[in-house]
């Protein structure tokens, strides 16, 4: 065996959240039932495997999908439950071993190169996945493959209750007969065009030339035909270096005035959950910071249900912030910071959400994305024209009351993704 050769094995949780559900109800175990908003309006966030066999699929609204389905049983979603559950497989496979990451609350990526000289990686990665299913009490499929590419494809292949094996050297061999919506990078958009032009298995797109594939996808395209060979060096991103994300503000005059202290939470923690938003993130601890006219700096932090969308995180910053404040002292400073950062999409816990509601989120943030952040701004975190600099009320403005010199804006802005973006002048959409 080539001792250059990775070995990832890739585990996967098998309906996540209907397995959950079963859990706490067994007899819900063996129905077709899905879990999200309960409404007609409402949107299907997963879907048990009794339930796909009719059509049924995530993202899918629930009017259409009891109409695929009349013997749909619709579960509302825990999210704080898969929270739970997520963190005892997590701390599993944490203590079992020495490399490791979770890419969602429901899938992990586990390096085991070089394990085959000491154990054997097969037995090692069954063994692991009996420890989960009896610890936990829920089924998981897995695979293991050179890279994190083959061994993802493996797994979505096998499911539920999946084990695949893609000996080295036969990659190309297993990806070949897949239709391209098999490969990640590949959506419906890129599947479309690249069937326009008689693509349709991973064997056609690995024959294109490079050229062309850049011709057809741009810079995409050279990475794709990389992918459709089997070929891919993404590392394993080491699940205890998650960075986090966050934002503080220290204003140019001390202030105990708490309806601006309430607006400018707001705002700071509405801007870190549009970045969180754009990098598909979402996090399980939030944390706000004061710091006081006379230096003394108090912190207070809380677990929560994995999260991105901005009326959670703002309800939950607030109720820190409110637990914190003592209302005798001017701020100095506030902060905001996100952690415990795992990759999924905002959506996926919005359970009580209409499709409408997240068609409203999926426009805001790409508003935000192509003309700034500050274009859109929810009213309890609308700073009025005199403060767009961050200065605090009382400020050394001029006789115009327009704001003070020398307010500096989050000054120590996280830099958990390499983004560093300066807030806005707020202002309402005419």
């Known amino acids: 065996m080539n001792s250059s050769l990775r070995t990832i094995a890739h585990f996967d949780l098998d309906s996540f959240y209907v397995s959950v559900e079963r859990l706490k109800n ?9 879990v999200g908003g309960h409404s007609g309006r409402g949107v299907v966030a ?3 495997y009794e339930a796909r066999r009719f059509g049924v699929r995530s993202a899918m609204p629930v009017g259409q999908a009891r109409r695929l389905c009349p013997e749909l049983l619709m579960v509302k979603g825990d999210m704080e439950s898969y929270s739970k559950y997520s963190g005892l497989v997590t701390d599993i496979i944490a203590d079992g071993t020495p490399l490791f990451e979770k890419a969602s609350v429901d899938e992990f990526y586990i390096d085991l190169s070089g394990m085959d000289r000491f154990y054997g990686c097969s037995l090692f990665t069954r063994e692991l996945g009996r420890k989960i299913e009896k610890e936990s009490g829920l089924d998981i499929s897995y695979a293991l493959a050179t890279n994190k590419l083959l061994s993802k494809v493996a797994t979505n292949e096998c499911k539920p209750h999946g084990r695949l094996e893609i000996p080295p050297g036969s990659e190309k061999e297993f990806l070949a007969p897949l239709p391209i919506e098999k490969m990640p990078m590949i959506g419906n958009k890129t599947a479309e065009r690249l069937r326009g032009v008689g693509i349709g298995t991973i064997r056609v797109l690995s024959q294109i030339p490079p050229e062309r594939m850049i011709e057809l996808l741009g810079k995409n395209g050279l990475e794709l035909s990389r992918r459709a060979n089997g070929i891919d060096d993404t590392p394993i991103i080491p699940y205890h270096e998650q960075k986090s994300i966050g934002t503080e503000n ?3 005059t001390d202030t105990v005035d708490v309806s601006f202290l309430h607006r400018e939470l707001a705002r700071m923690t509405e801007s870190i959950g549009f970045e969180l938003r754009q990098h598909d993130m979402l996090t399980g601890c939030l944390t706000v910071k004061i710091r006081y006219s006379d230096f003394q700096t108090l912190t207070k932090q809380c677990t929560i249900p994995y999260a991105a969308s901005d009326h959670l995180l703002l309800a939950k910053s607030r109720e820190l912030f409110d637990k914190l404040y003592d209302r005798h002292l001017a701020v100095r400073l506030i902060g905001v910071r996100f952690s ?6 905002y959506q996926i816990h919005l359970f009580d959400d209409t499709e409408e509601d997240i068609r409203l989120y999926q426009s805001i943030d790409s508003i935000k994305k192509e003309f700034g952040e500050g274009l859109l701004v929810r009213a309890s975190g609308f700073v009025p024209d005199r403060w767009t600099k961050r200065s605090a009320p009382g400020g050394n403005g001029d006789s115009d009351g327009n704001a003070g010199p020398a307010a500096p ?15 806005k002048a707020f202002r309402f959409i005419k």
């Open 26 to 34: 067994p007899a819900l175990r063996g129905r077709p039932i899905a």
């Open 46 to 48: 997963s879907c048990s």
């Open 250 to 252: 220290t204003f140019h």
């Open 340 to 345: 415990h950062l795992v990759s999924g999409n």
């Open 409 to 423: 804006a989050d000054k120590e802005r996280g830099a958990g993704f390499g983004r560093n973006p300066v807030p």
